[in-house]
């Protein structure tokens, strides 16, 4: 087995409403290059924090997680998000696309933050619309784009920097029977024929059918894992 691309040890979120809430508890996982993984579970079993705390949108109260062999809890608030803008990729429910820009500015703006030649980002730009099929719609605001649509857009920005893992949060949620499995599929392509790296959080069976592994939270701890890693 290769290193892990993305590891986490003992990792623990605690938030501290009230008497304070367990949100993540001792969890222990090892990402592969290559791998999808899909994390479901009952709502409030901590998956989105798990994922946020992946992303390096939250800091643990314990424990550690290890990306490309960089330590989490050794970067700076500045150095964990230079992390998020060039290793990591990031899908949401709500696709979070800036209204005010077309598809392609949208795909375009993680490489302009990391200072990318405007010439090399026009190219990405254009072929990673094309990799998720929607080239046509490149000058479109994501007003004038469906939801199966602007899910393309966002998924396309999500690799415009080469991420070495995607994190994908209920991608499928906020779409209809047919476009979720129009993303599923993608997904399921983009890692196959790419090798990128998912770790895709839903309720969604249809994303369990397609990952090698699926992990189960429950009350923020690991219940099962199945599937087996790929080397």
Do not use: W
């Not at 367990?22 to 090892?30: E, F, H, R």
């Not at 424990?63 to 899908?91: C, P, Q, W």
């Not at 046509?136 to 080469?162: C, F, K, M, T």
């Amino acid at each position: 087995m290769t290193e892990p691309v993305m590891h986490c040890h003992e990792l623990t979120k605690r938030f501290l409403a009230g008497d304070g809430v367990l949100a993540v508890d001792n969890v222990d996982l090892s990402i592969q290059k290559g791998e999808f993984v899909a994390i479901t579970g009952a709502s409030g079993s901590g998956k989105t924090t798990l994922l946020n705390l992946l992303g390096g949108i939250d800091r643990p109260t314990y424990g550690e997680i290890i990306l490309d062999n960089r330590k989490y809890s050794r970067l700076s608030e500045s150095g964990l998000a230079r992390l998020r803008r060039t290793r990591l990729g990031f899908v949401f429910q709500f696709f979070n696309l800036l209204t005010d820009l077309s598809a392609e500015e949208n795909v375009a703006l993680p490489m302009r933050l990391v200072g990318l030649q405007p010439a090399l980002i026009k190219q990405k730009s254009l072929g990673l619309l094309r990799e998720v099929s929607v080239e046509a719609r490149a000058s479109h605001a994501p007003y004038e784009l469906s939801g199966g649509e602007q899910q393309r857009v966002a998924i396309a920005r999500a690799l415009a920097n080469d991420p070495l893992v995607v994190l994908a949060d209920e991608p499928t949620g906020n779409l209809d029977s047919n476009n979720a499995r129009a993303i599923i599929q993608l997904f399921k392509r983009l890692n196959r024929d790419k090798g990128q790296t998912f770790v895709v959080v839903s309720h969604d069976p249809h994303v369990a059918e397609v990952a090698h592994r699926v992990v189960t939270l429950v009350d923020g701890r690991v219940a099962s894992i199945e599937g087996r890693s790929q080397p």
